[in-house]
């Protein structure tokens, strides 16, 4: 079993930064594929960004490259996305996911995923 919780978000204007945390706990943190997806009132969750086991792959929704970046530290257990140029269509709940894997690839399907946490609300002003 893994524990995650999510932590960073908040509200803030268009154009601004926020970085998201998600701290995991009660397994080999390094055994996992991880990955950010999030969901906006009245939609489907949707896959946000994605890094490999290693860190050394990643992968992104398309309205997101360029701004958002995530990255995984290893020794505490931690995926980070920080998110840049904040635009209102970015509110939602953002969710970290965690998916047991044996290669290097990444994870960009709900379905492969086994583990969530709670959820952190971001929210864009306009």
């Known amino acids: 079993q893994v524990q995650l919780v999510e932590s960073g978000g908040g509200l803030v204007q268009a154009g601004g930064s926020l970085r998201l945390s998600c701290a995991t706990s009660g397994r080999t943190f390094s055994n996992y594929a991880m990955g950010w997806f999030r969901q906006a009132p009245g939609k489907e969750r949707e896959f946000v960004a994605a890094?490999?086991?290693?860190?050394?792959?990643?992968s992104y929704v398309d309205s997101v490259k360029g701004r958002f970046t995530i990255s995984r530290d290893n020794a505490k257990n931690t995926v980070y996305l920080q998110m840049n140029s904040l635009k209102p269509d970015d509110t939602a709940v953002y969710y970290c996911?965690?998916?047991?894997?044996?290669?290097?690839?990444?994870?960009?399907?709900?379905?492969?995923?086994?583990?969530w946490g709670q959820g952190t609300q971001v929210t864009v002003s306009s």
């Open positions: 890094i490999s086991r290693g860190g050394v792959i990643t």
């Open positions: 996911a965690a998916a047991t894997t044996w290669d290097r690839s990444v994870r960009t399907a709900k379905s492969e995923y086994e583990y």
